[in-house]
């Protein structure tokens, strides 16, 4: 009876931990010229998102691109539009942000992509 009892608990534990693990975020977009790829351990949520961005050509990894980020929140009633630039910054074969999604609602992301004169912008939205 022991050993059963200590083995629901231990499966009990399992199960509360993965419940409170929260999935990860990846997004792929694929423009005319760059394919761009943004994960993040957790979903987009309000305050920081953590964002790691790799950049693709012909499917070989760019990391002499400059990258921006745009966040924009359109207008609702008694609220003004919002529109947000993240610093990007490069690292290694990456590139890295923090993107502060300030309130819930609908969001629309903007990635440029601009290298050796090529350039692209990429797009998605999400609610919060």
Request: proline share 6%; net charge positive; aromatic share 10%.
């Amino acid at each position: 009876m022991r050993k059963l009892t200590a083995l629901l608990l231990v499966i009990t534990g399992f199960v509360l931990f993965a419940c409170t693990q929260k999935e990860g975020f990846k997004k792929e977009l694929t423009g005319q010229k760059f394919k761009v790829v943004i994960v993040s351990d957790q979903p987009p949520h309000v305050g920081i998102n953590k964002w790691k961005i790799k950049v693709f050509k012909n499917g070989t990894p760019v990391n002499d691109a400059e990258v921006k980020i745009n966040g924009y929140m359109p207008p609702m009633p008694g609220m003004p539009e919002m529109s947000f630039d993240y610093p990007v910054k490069r690292s290694g074969d990456t590139y890295e942000s923090d993107v502060n999604l300030s309130m819930g609602g609908t969001w629309q992301i903007t990635i440029y992509v601009n290298r050796n004169g090529e350039e692209e912008k990429l797009k998605f939205g999400f609610n919060l």
